[in-house]
């Protein structure tokens, strides 16, 4: 697997200009990723997670597959291409870049609120503090996972802490939600 991922990193290096479709090992590659958006359809766990690190390693190889993916009616099956979608940067595939953008951003108004924190996350840690006020939403979520993984992005991506604490009295939980909506209102007004 290692060799694989070394593969497809290098392939990605070596034809950096030149379209992904019309790269000599894109036929394989895409057979590959095609089998792991298969697996990824019905596995858990640790499996799983492998191979949505796989699907990373592929890089702007697996965008086209995994964007389809994010479209899939299972709630679980978006976040995860949410997830891996968010991994991959290359500042010489601009078009590739461009999907990823969009298909996050749509992500934003899914009704499925751990895809819309997958999106905004993704989104926030590739520099968007436009989608802040999502994870500050996210803030007050029914679900302490949300809430907790919602203050974690926040806090990489900001360096800032206020007290929040997802399993908090919902006044104490008010209270950093009220210390992070000022703060957000701050630093737009800093960008005037």
Known sequence: MKSLKLLAAGLAVACASDPISKHPANAEIQREVREIVKRVRVQTGAMLYDDLKRLVAFDVFAVEQVSVLAEDPNARLRSN???VLAQIRDPERKEAMKTIDRTLRRGLKDVDPIVRFEAASGLASRGDWDVLPHLIDG???RDSAVRYRCNAQLVSTTSRDF??????SVEQRQTAVERWRSFYADWRKSRS
């Open 163 to 168: 007290g929040y604490s997802a399993d908090a």
């Open 81 to 83: 291409a949410m997830w």
């Open 139 to 141: 803030l007050e979520d």
